[in-house]
């Protein structure tokens, strides 16, 4: 009977039980799709990772519990946490080949440091019924790889109840598959926006930290507010902190990773 370890990881997370858990699977080699695919509805996880190879030099692949993904942020500081503590790598740099490039991971102090591809959206018409759909009012949206959704205040994303079957329903229509509430945040912790990201039709009613929507949202702060390094907090259940940087095409993405579980999978 085949044996894959399996670790589960609190991502962008101080502690156990805050920021995004993600399961990551370290194997010799890739099992069919249909069984990766089949790992990640079972572990029910807004994503697991797999990852093959050696030396900090992986090849890195993303599930939901439905769908293969092309850009996973929190799964990756989730698997670059189990290289640097749990595989043996004593480096300094992690170089992940992904669909979505070349991805390099490094330990930056007590955090780590992901280089990500910058996705800027472009201004458009707010949907029909998106707005009643998430349950508060919408003053800007931003089309990209995440519909991308400015509203007045902090509250407001906080106060955010949606109807995720009409929220599903309303972005796959104008073909998205999730999408995110932000606002300025002032208050007395040293955020500068916060967010919330809905994926329902993903298997992902609410994503609770998610480092890919930072690839659009800090181009979006970073222009609005007019400087390249913010801090951001995603305000799910759970909740998680981002430490970023805008650098030309590129984001930059700081945070903490915990262990949660370590096991086996038996197939």
């Known amino acids: 009977m085949p044996a894959y370890p399996i670790y589960q990881i609190d991502a962008f997370a101080e502690r156990p039980f805050t920021g995004n858990p993600a ?41 939901t519990p439905l769908v293969e993904v092309e850009l996973c942020g929190h799964a990756t500081l989730a698997t ?12 300094q740099e992690i170089r992940f080949h992904t669909k979505s490039g070349l991805l390099t991971v490094q330990r930056a102090g007590g955090l780590i440091s992901m280089d990500f591809p910058a996705r800027p959206g472009l201004s458009s018409q707010t949907p029909d019924g998106l707005a009643k759909a998430i349950g508060v009012e919408i003053t800007a949206t931003i089309s990209g790889p995440h519909l991308l959704n400015l509203v007045a205040s902090p509250k407001a994303v906080f106060a955010a109840r949606p109807d995720f079957k009409a929220l599903a329903a309303v972005i796959e229509a104008h073909g998205f598959t999730s ?72 984001v930059i993405l700081r945070g903490r990773a915990v262990d949660y579980l370590k096991g086996e999978i038996f197939l």
């Open 23 to 63: 399961a990551v699977v370290p194997l010799d080699g890739w099992p069919a799709d249909e069984v990766m695919q089949a790992i990640a509805a079972e572990n029910n996880l807004s994503e697991t990772a797999f990852i093959v190879g050696r030396d900090g030099d992986y090849h890195l692949r993303w599930f």
């Open 80 to 91: 670059a946490h189990v290289v640097f503590e749990h595989l043996g790598y004593g480096g």
């Open 179 to 250: 999408t995110v509430i932000t606002a300025p945040y002032e208050g007395p912790e040293d955020w500068d926006f916060v967010s919330r990201m809905f994926a329902p039709s993903k298997g992902i009613d609410e994503d609770p930290v998610t480092g890919a929507a930072h690839c659009a949202l800090v181009p979006f702060w970073a222009q609005r507010l007019g400087k390249a390094d913010l801090v951001a907090r995603q305000v799910s259940q759970r909740g998680g902190t981002l430490w970023c940087t805008l650098a030309g095409d590129r």
